[in-house]
């Protein structure tokens, strides 16, 4: 069972920028067959999803972070990133990354491996 463990996050001024992590416990084929992804969940709304980046580096994104954040992945640490640039209230929310789900035809659908969350606070 693979254990994921976030950093990053945290507090920051509107128009501010953090970089979350996500670092799984497997790695080698295994880790860059996969695709992962992240996803938010802000109080009283469901979780949704934020980016994906497939094996291949592919990389789809929720319409309302276009332009603003970016996912990327580094194999060789088993570890993916996303940059979240031009923060605004509306993207506070705990953020959970997600590790090989199925990706196909640009769509994700998550597996039952999830960080542990973290906290991202926007203030204007």
């Known amino acids: 069972q693979v254990t994921l463990v976030e950093s990053g996050g945290g507090s920051v001024q509107a128009g501010g920028s953090l970089r979350l992590s996500c670092q799984a416990s497997?790695?080698?084929?295994?880790?860059?067959?996969?695709?992962m992804g992240w996803y938010r969940q802000a109080p009283g709304s469901q979780r949704e999803l934020v980016a994906v980046?497939?094996?291949?580096?592919?990389?789809r994104y929720a319409d309302s972070v276009k332009d603003r954040f970016a996912i990327s992945r580094d194999n060789a640490k088993n570890t993916w990133y996303l940059r979240m640039d031009s923060l605004t209230p509306d993207d506070t929310a705990v953020y959970y990354c997600?590790?090989?789900?199925?990706?196909?035809?640009?769509?994700?659908?998550?597996?039952?491996?999830w960080g542990q969350g973290l906290q991202v606070t926007v203030f204007s």
């Open positions: 497997e790695g080698g084929w295994t880790f860059s067959d996969n695709a």
């Open positions: 997600n590790y090989g789900g199925r990706y196909l035809l640009g769509r994700y659908s998550p597996s039952a491996a």
């Open positions: 980046i497939s094996s291949g580096r592919a990389t």
